[in-house]
Antibody, heavy 124, light 110 residues
Framework: EVQLVESGGGLVKPGGSLRLSCAAS????????VNWVRQAPGKGLEWVSS????????YYADSVKGRFTISRDNAKNSLYLQMNSLRAEDTAVYYC?????????????????WGEGTTVTVSS | NFMLTQPHSVSDSPGKTVTISCTRS????????VHWYQQRPGSSPTTVIY?????PSGVPDRFSGSIDSSSNSASLTISGLETEDEADYYC?????????FGGGTKLTVL
């Protein structure tokens, strides 16, 4: 079964750091681009970051650029999001999502597989 | 840089047909693929339409997607509404190095 499982969420104070993980199974992880998408409480979906299959390309939303770092370890079938200088507005459920098609393409490919999300709360 | 604008909510009765629009603020809607996601309460999003009008396996053919260059909009049409269709729907496209989501539309099946 194709599956993505996020972990690492929790409660953190403003200015703090957190590292999210996403464990992939059931498919050849190293051949797919992957994304982080977040959803603040009661709000819509917001793209956070994307990384190509072999980490050649990484992209960030302006709202997190310079604070968040996306990475992956294909040997461990895992995706990561290092979040620094966290703000209250970063409070959200964070989803990892895989592109539909294997290959280097990130944009233009829909997010066909989603995890269940991990909750990040930034509050003092 | 562009935005995707969706109506906040739509509603109709079982068996009816509803259309959700997604209007691109600048640039041509036809320039980049549009995808549509369904998110039921408490669940993760799932794709109902990808690449403007393609339907993933397992999605009923009651769901269809289209592009209208005259209004610079994409549309998701759901025919034969069922109560299980009640959900939030999001369009998504991209430009340059950014993914863009619409604000979402809450579909209520009365």
């Amino acid at each position: 079964e194709v599956q993505l499982v996020e972990s690492g969420g929790g409660l953190v104070k403003p200015g703090g750091s957190l590292r999210l993980s996403c464990a992939a199974s059931g498919f050849t992880f190293s051949t797919y681009s992957v994304n982080w998408v977040r959803q603040a409480p009661g709000k819509g979906l917001e793209w956070v970051s994307s990384i190509s299959s072999i980490s050649a390309y990484m992209y960030y939303a302006d709202s997190v650029k310079g604070r968040f770092t996306i990475s992956r370890d294909n040997a461990k079938n895992s995706l990561y999001l290092q979040m620094n200088s966290l703000r209250a507005e970063d409070t959200a459920v964070y989803y990892c999502a895989r592109g539909r098609k294997p290959g280097m393409t990130i944009f233009g490919v829909d997010m066909a597989v989603w995890g269940e999300g991990t909750t990040v709360t930034v509050s003092s | 840089n562009f935005m995707l604008t969706q109506p906040h909510s739509v509603s109709d009765s079982p068996g009816k047909t509803v259309t959700i629009s997604c209007t691109r603020s600048s640039g041509s809607i036809a320039s980049n693929y549009v995808h549509w996601y369904q998110q039921r309460p408490g669940s993760s999003p799932t794709t109902v339409i990808y690449e403007d009008n393609r339907r993933p396996s397992g999605v009923p053919d009651r769901f269809s997607g289209s592009i209208d260059s005259s209004s610079n909009s994409a549309s998701l049409t759901i025919s034969g509404l069922e109560t299980e269709d009640e959900a939030d729907y999001y369009c998504q496209s991209y430009y340059s190095d950014n993914q863009v989501f619409g604000g979402g539309t809450k579909l209520t099946v009365l």
